[in-house]
């Protein structure tokens, strides 16, 4: 019993993240404070999620975001939840959100040195079906608390200092790296709090599964078409690939990262640079992936090396096992 007991120590978020904290002995806390009140925005949009339907919270507002999205309840409730939570933390200076056109600048008063990007609620086509949606998030160090600008957001993704997701699905499960490796923890609704159940988590070297909208294949790029052709008809004989694809990113990324495989969305003719936006899907994802041991791509360059111009700029991704990553750039060098 001792070995097993000791074995899985009963850790929150919250102590985890403050023994990474010792980990750097210049840190004031700050760092702690907005992580926890990011855990918080968590534990409330997922309860607003689970009586989404009894809470009339399902449904459309009426309103299209800058993405030309239609905006759902839910995706206006959990960006305000969050702005909220992160403006309270003190801890942060500007905001970068999916549902606002321009970035929020805290006022002076409640500054702090942390620019957050999030997408407050990923897979919003998802709601009104119950199928898993979430949130993602990630965080830059700002370079003077007391004039942030647009640049201090415009960073790579290599600069993030920390990502992370909470998946509001058959549990509430927050999948969070600050650049130590990547942990998971499940809300346990009796206490209150996210415990440790995924330590450590590795995505496998290779995968069977690929994760792509096939709805866009008429309108993909050569080395696009060849990987999934070779997904489903392999020439060495070996057995296809299982297609798994949920269209909500947040569940399609989980499942990649703890199972192995590959999540694509590419560029296509309509879409040259693809759907999913750079700043709070494809830099936080790929910032957890390469934690996990495995790679993202955007067809020409690794994603964390991307630069974004502007908040909203879109990037195709390519993101899981190390081995999947590997072939799809051997197809896109070959086709360069
Ligand atoms: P969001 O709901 O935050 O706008 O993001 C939706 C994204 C992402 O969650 C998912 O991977 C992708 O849209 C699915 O797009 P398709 O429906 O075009 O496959
Ligand atoms: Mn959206
Ligand atoms: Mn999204
Ligand atoms: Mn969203």
Same mark, same amino acid.
């Given at each position: 019993?001792?070995?097993?007991?000791?074995?899985?120590?009963?850790?929150?978020?919250?102590?985890?993240?403050?023994?990474?904290?010792?980990?750097?002995?210049?840190?004031?806390?700050?760092?702690?404070?907005?992580?926890?009140?990011?855990?918080?925005?968590?534990?409330?949009?997922?309860?607003?999620?689970?009586?989404?339907?009894?809470?009339?919270?399902?449904?459309?507002?009426?309103?299209?975001?800058?993405?030309?999205?239609?905006?759902?309840?839910?995706?206006?409730?959990?960006?305000?939840?969050?702005?909220?939570?992160?403006?309270?933390?003190?801890?942060?200076?500007?905001?970068?959100?999916?549902?606002?056109?321009?970035?929020?600048?805290?006022?002076?008063?409640?500054?702090?040195?942390?620019?957050?990007?999030?997408?407050?609620?990923?897979?919003?086509?998802?709601?009104?079906?119950?199928?898993?949606?979430?949130?993602?998030?990630?965080?830059?160090?700002?370079?003077?608390?007391?004039?942030?600008?647009?640049?201090?957001?415009?960073?790579?993704?290599?600069? $993030?200092?920390?990502?992370?997701?909470?998946?509001?699905?058959?549990?509430?499960?927050?999948?969070?790296?600050?650049?130590?490796?990547?942990?998971?923890?499940? $809300?346990?609704?009796?206490?209150?709090?996210?415990?440790?159940?995924?330590?450590?988590?590795?995505?496998?070297?290779?995968?069977?599964?690929?994760?792509?909208?096939?709805?866009?294949?008429?309108?993909?790029?050569?080395?696009?078409?060849?990987?999934?052709?070779?997904?489903?008809?392999?020439?060495?004989?070996?057995?296809?690939?299982?297609?798994?694809?949920?269209?909500?990113?947040?569940?399609?990324?989980?499942?990649?990262? $703890?199972?192995?495989?590959?999540?694509?969305?590419?560029?296509?003719?309509?879409?040259?640079?693809?759907?999913?936006?750079?700043?709070?899907?494809?830099?936080?994802?790929?910032?957890?992936?390469?934690?996990?041991?495995?790679?993202?791509?955007?067809?020409?360059?690794?994603? $964390?090396?991307?630069?974004?111009?502007?908040?909203?700029?879109?990037?195709?991704?390519?993101?899981?096992?190390?081995?999947?990553?590997?072939?799809?750039?051997?197809?896109?060098?070959?086709?360069?």
């Amino acid at each position: 019993h001792a070995a097993e007991s000791q074995r899985t120590d009963l850790m929150t978020v919250t102590c985890h993240v403050l023994n990474e904290q010792t980990k750097h002995p210049e840190a004031r806390g700050d760092f702690s404070i907005l992580l926890y009140h990011i855990v918080l925005g968590c534990k409330f949009v997922c309860a607003a999620v689970n009586k989404a339907g009894l809470a009339k919270l399902i449904g459309l507002v009426g309103d299209t975001n800058v993405q030309g999205e239609e905006q759902k309840k839910l995706d206006v409730l959990s960006n305000q939840v969050f702005v909220k939570a992160l403006i309270s933390s003190g801890r942060t200076c500007i905001l970068v959100s999916e549902e606002d056109e321009v970035a929020t600048f805290v006022e002076p008063s409640k500054r702090g040195r942390y620019c957050v990007v999030f997408d407050p609620l990923d897979g919003s086509s998802n709601i009104d079906c119950g199928v898993s949606v979430g949130t993602i998030f990630g965080i830059y160090m700002v370079k003077d608390k007391d004039t942030p600008t647009l640049e201090d957001v415009l960073q790579p993704g290599k600069n $993030l200092l920390a990502a992370g997701y909470c998946m509001y699905g058959s549990s509430c499960t927050l999948v969070l790296s600050t650049g130590n490796g990547v942990n998971g923890f499940t $809300l346990d609704p009796s206490l209150g709090e996210f415990i440790l159940t995924h330590p450590d988590i590795k995505v496998p070297k290779a995968g069977r599964i690929y994760s792509v909208n096939e709805g866009n294949a008429k309108n993909w790029d050569e080395p696009t078409a060849k990987y999934v052709e070779k997904c489903k008809f392999s020439k060495d004989g070996s057995f296809p690939k299982t297609l798994r694809y949920i269209g909500s990113m947040v569940a399609d990324v989980h499942r990649t990262l $703890l199972y192995g495989g590959i999540f694509l969305y590419p560029a296509d003719k309509k879409s040259p640079n693809g759907k999913l936006r750079v700043l709070y899907e494809v830099f936080p994802m790929s910032f957890l992936v390469e934690q996990a041991g495995g790679q993202a791509f955007t067809g020409k360059q690794r994603a $964390l090396d991307l630069v974004p111009k502007n908040l909203h700029d879109r990037s195709p991704i390519f993101l899981g096992s190390y081995d999947d990553i590997e072939e799809i750039k051997g197809l896109y060098a070959a086709a360069e």
